[in-house]
């Protein structure tokens, strides 16, 4: 029988915590900081609302690019969070989450041997869509001597001739860094300067815990070299409902667009309808649940001071991202390490890029009172090691 | 910084009050301090526990009592709650908009107790004009608590 695969899908590696969550599932007490998603459930108004188009019989396709009356509530959130202002005839359509956006973007702007600038440590998905859609991934690996965020010199230096995307994941998980408005006021300068574009994936943009999130596309002449990413999913806790969007350029978004129609249809309708209460009515809840990570990011990083864990004060998104390089073991292995002396399953920092060792991933998607217990855990781990 | 105290020890009293300083960000003798004042000033009026008696296989019995009453010369409807407020059995009193005056909730062991307590006790006031019981049957959600078993985390255990 011939080969049924293409040759790029079997180069590309699984993600890396399959195997902690095999042995997590199968554990009895353990406790897992892995959760990549919100612990909160989706507010009931806006669950209400899902219901409610349920009920309605609205249960059919909506136009590829989304419910009009979303897209219009999408606008005006973009605009009073961030200052942005999108057409939503022209410039914005809503995908199956964030995830979907990355994919088509890349897809529709790589031709093969173009560059993609891929700060690392980031999420899993930028790496293997950019690699699928023939493009040439780049890393540039983030410090944490500059709190993970993205330096200008850094970006100059692995700026080449094919240089075609950068990719912005702020703010950053696994690291919850975040890029402050001077910051990115550098990168726009080079981006500018080289003819680059940016898809910066703002999908944390709601969770931050010193100033408002500012966007890249919303700084002087980068309206039209940006892609903005954004969803539900973790500002809305609507993770399940499987709901993004996609805000830039009229011009690349006609492309994506096709794309979306051809592969996806549209996305869910009644995660649309339910996705309108959320943008309507929507912004208190989000500032509750806000209130309720940072308190709980304040007392992570008040155990690691207490228990002497080297890590850097995270504003951003869900997680911290703790330095283990004083116990002299791999982050796989200290993870593996904790997970079974002391039942405490956290992701290893290789899991989001090679420079991610030396550190593990703790996500504080968790309640306080699970937050103490795993804290307990994890201090009595370092203390056992650090005896030797 | 009251405001953030009050919304998180209204879901949460017993929290450690150095734990809830790191959460808050504030030093520990801030919070010690302002709990304190308001406590003083009446602000904060009591620490009580949510509790199903159902499952402690304990007898109580609930009921939500509307009262008609005539307001007392001078005194409004102020006098006329205090008399009723000041019975231990009165778990709470609430003026009320619409077509009665007072919403009185009791507890008692049995039916006949909390009976017994409206027809000896709360209709013979003076200005009570007439009473009508609710018997509660089922608590589903109080003080902002749902009673029914915690849900459990179903989310997967481990997501990038």
């Known amino acids: ?388 | 910084m009251r405001e953030k105290i009050l919304t998180f020890i209204e879901k949460n009293s017993r929290i450690d009050l150095k734990e809830l300083a790191i959460v808050l960000g504030v030093e520990e003798s801030a919070v010690i301090n302002e709990l304190e004042q308001m406590e003083a000033e009446h602000i904060i009026c009591g620490y009580h526990t949510i509790i199903d008696w159902d499952k402690v296989g304990q007898d109580k019995v609930m009921a939500m009592i509307e009262v008609r009453v005539t307001p007392q010369r001078g005194m409004g409807f102020d006098k006329v709650a205090e008399r009723i407020y000041n019975y231990p059995e009165v778990n709470a009193v609430y003026l009320i908009s619409g077509g009665f005056d007072f919403m009185v909730i009791l507890e008692g062991k049995t039916l006949r107790e909390v009976a017994q307590f409206v027809s000896d006790k709360l209709s013979p006031l003076d200005s009570v004009l007439s009473t009508k019981t609710n018997f509660i049957l089922k608590k589903y959600k109080d003080h902002g608590t749902v009673i029914a078993s915690k849900t459990k985390d179903e989310r997967i255990q481990m997501i990038p």
């Open chain 1, 1 to 388: 029988m011939r080969n049924p695969l293409n040759k790029t899908i079997v180069t590309i590696e699984p993600s890396g915590i399959r195997k902690f969550f095999d042995i997590v599932s199968e554990m009895k007490d353990a406790i897992s900081l892995g959760v990549g998603e919100p612990d909160f459930d989706t507010p009931w108004h806006i669950r209400d609302e899902g219901i409610y188009s349920l009920e309605k019989g609205r249960t059919h396709y909506t136009s590829n690019a989304g419910l009009k009356e979303l897209k219009a509530e999408i606008a005006k959130f973009l605009s009073r969070r961030y200052g942005l202002s999108y057409d939503y005839n022209k410039e914005m359509f809503v995908t199956v989450g964030g995830s979907e956006a990355i994919d088509i973007a890349m897809r529709a702007m790589l031709d093969p041997g173009d560059e993609v600038l891929i700060p690392q440590p980031s999420y899993v998905s930028y790496l293997p869509c950019a690699v699928l859609a023939n493009g040439t991934p780049v890393v540039i690996e983030l410090k944490e001597e500059n709190q993970f965020r993205l330096t200008a010199e850094e970006l100059e230096a692995a700026i080449t001739p094919k240089t075609k995307l950068l990719v912005l994941p702020f703010p950053n998980n696994p690291t919850g860094a975040v890029m402050e408005k001077e910051d990115l006021e550098r990168i726009a300068e080079l981006v500018i300067r080289h003819d680059l574009f940016v898809l910066s994936d703002e999908i944390y943009s709601e969770l931050t815990y010193l100033e408002r999130h500012v966007s890249i596309a919303s700084l002087p002449g980068m309206r039209e070299r940006t892609l903005v990413i954004n969803g539900f999913s973790k500002s809305h806790a609507m993770t399940g409902w499987r709901l993004g969007y996609v805000c830039g350029p009229e011009a690349i978004i006609t492309q994506m667009l096709k794309i979306h129609q051809y592969a996806i249809m549209c996305a869910p309708t009644m995660a649309q309808y339910a996705a309108v209460a959320a943008m309507r009515d929507g912004d208190e809840d989000v500032a509750g649940m806000r209130e309720e990570y940072n308190g709980r990011r304040r007392y992570l990083m008040h155990r690691f001071r207490e228990m002497g864990l080297q890590c850097f004060e995270p504003f951003g998104a869900f997680y911290v991202f703790p330095c283990i390089k004083e116990f002299g073991m791999s982050s796989e292995e200290f993870a593996e390490t904790l997970l079974a002396s002391q039942k405490l399953a956290v992701v290893p920092g290789t899991a989001f890029g090679e420079c991610g060792e030396g550190f593990i991933r703790i996500s504080y998607a968790y309640s306080l009172e699970s937050l103490k217990t795993a804290m307990d855990r994890l201090e009595a781990f370092v203390e056992e090691r650090r005896k030797g």
